[in-house]
């Protein structure tokens, strides 16, 4: 079993930025598979949306609205997930979920772990 921290989030004015960061750790007993990773958020308003994922040899997609904005990154000897995030604005605003594949690539097509969130706020 996987277990996953995100941390980073905040309130933050358009324009600013912030680093988004989760930790991938194992449960006692189990075995560490890699697996492609990914950033969600979701919204009262909106729902979910896939934000960014990467796999695990570096390839990465975007969702249209954080292009040039948003860059997802690992560092796979720490086992840790990046989402660098310049130029916010109001509408990035939104509970930022990390997840990890069990299978399928981007996680969010099939089963997959998530972390707890990180709230995300862009005010002025």
């Known amino acids: 079993q996987v277990q996953l921290l995100e941390s980073g989030g905040g309130s933050v004015q358009p324009g600013g930025s912030l680093r988004l960061s989760c930790v991938a750790s194992l449960t006692s007993g189990s075995t560490y598979s890699r697996s492609c990773m990914g950033w969600l958020r979701q919204t009262p308003g909106k729902g979910r949306e896939a934000v960014a994922w990467i796999s695990t040899i570096g390839n990465v997609d975007y969702a249209d609205s954080v292009k040039g904005r948003f860059t997802i990154s690992q560092d796979i000897d720490k086992n840790t997930l990046f989402l660098q995030m310049n130029s916010l604005k109001p509408e990035d605003t939104a509970l930022y979920y990390c997840?990890?594949?069990?299978?399928?690539?981007?996680?969010?097509?099939?089963?997959?772990?998530r972390g707890q969130g990180t709230q995300v706020t862009v005010s002025s």
């Open positions: 997840t990890q594949a069990r299978a399928t690539c981007p996680p969010w097509l099939g089963s997959y772990y």
